[in-house]
T-cell receptor
Framework: TQLLEQSPQFLSIQEGENLTVYCNSS?????LQWYRQEPGEGPVLLVT?????EVKKLKRLTFQFGDARKDSSLHITAAQPGDTGLYLC?????????FGTGTRLQVFP | DSGVTQTPKHLITATGQRVTLRCSPR?????VYWYQQSLDQGLQFLIQ???????AKGNILERFSAQQFPDLHSELNLSSLELGDSALYFC?????????????FGPGTRLTVT
């Protein structure tokens, strides 16, 4: 069974702080996606990384795919209250998307 | 608004009952995925349909079944409900069959089994 473990599970920080969320697996994935989910809504795709070592930036968010395509990280610079939500990584194999355990982020003003 | 609709938004029912959840994909999308999200287990893939045919199966219980109709809407049937089936059920749609394509999620159906 392919598993994606995210850490930390919960994160509460003040506005302006930086943070990193990790997504780790013992399995290799063909690509990895990051989603954000807000209460009462479905997850929304933030980014897809495909190549080992790939780095993608989305405003204050930086995503990196590990060289071996088994892990990924999400770094947020100068977090804002609007970043609050559940962050989910998801790895793709041939026929399905495997979601990580999730990181719940709370950013206080 | 993702363009994916799910009904009902909330459902409260008793153990042993049967319910049907409905999903309409985004216009033009042929693939529908069903997921279960509970507090202690994250988002679990249940089943995928592509253009009316079952394409991939995840951790779907035998008490659960799904189908995709000619108009591409999909229904997830949950029977002999147990307390542990209480969860959020999401469907997502994509234009193509592969899982690496962006999945657009609906707002979910919150099922409470009492």
């Amino acid at each position: 069974t392919q598993l994606l473990e995210q850490s930390p599970q919960f994160l509460s920080i003040q506005e302006g702080e930086n943070l990193t969320v990790y997504c780790n697996s013992s399995s290799v994935f063909s690509s990895l996606q990051w989603y954000r989910q807000e209460p009462g809504e479905g997850p929304v795709l933030l980014v897809t990384v495909v190549t080992g070592g790939e780095v993608k930036k989305l405003k204050r968010l930086t995503f990196q795919f590990g060289d071996a395509r088994k892990d990924s990280s999400l770094h947020i610079t100068a977090a804002q209250p609007g970043d609050t939500g559940l962050y989910l990584c998801a790895g793709t194999n041939t026929d399905k998307l495997i979601f990580g355990t999730g990181t719940r982020l709370q950013v206080f003003p | 608004d993702s363009g994916v609709t799910q009904t009902p938004k909330h459902l409260i029912t008793a153990t042993g009952q049967r319910v049907t959840l409905r999903c309409s994909p985004r216009s033009g999308d042929l693939s529908v995925y069903w997921y279960q999200q509970s507090l202690d287990q994250g988002l679990q893939f249940l089943i995928q349909y592509y253009n009316g045919e079952e394409r991939a199966k995840g951790n779907i219980l035998e008490r659960f079944s799904a189908q995709q109709f000619p108009d591409l809407h999909s229904e997830l049937n949950l029977s002999s409900l147990e307390l542990g089936d209480s969860a959020l059920y999401f469907c997502a749609s994509t234009a193509a069959a592969g899982p690496s394509y962006e999945q657009y999620f609906g707002p979910g159906t919150r099922l409470t089994v009492t």
